[in-house]
């Protein structure tokens, strides 16, 4: 049997749609204009690790709430 690291089945699967769905919640969360939103939630759908790793790093944040 062949060891696949990018094996996204099973738990591997299902911690990615978690990581997916947080992505999208801080998207439509964001500050962001309506068209950027559209734009970061098709990449995130359609691509979900690699679209959920440029969120990471470039995607827009949800605004936090100050007491």
Do not use: C, Q, Y
């Amino acid at each position: 049997m062949e060891a696949n690291m990018l094996n996204l089945g099973g738990v591997g699967g299902l911690i990615l749609l978690g990581l997916d769905i947080w992505a999208l919640i801080s998207i439509m969360g964001s500050g962001a204009s309506s068209g950027r939103k559209a734009l970061w939630v098709l990449l995130v759908f359609f691509l979900p690790l690699i679209g959920f790793l440029i969120w990471l790093v470039a995607g827009p944040r949800s605004e936090t709430r100050h007491a």
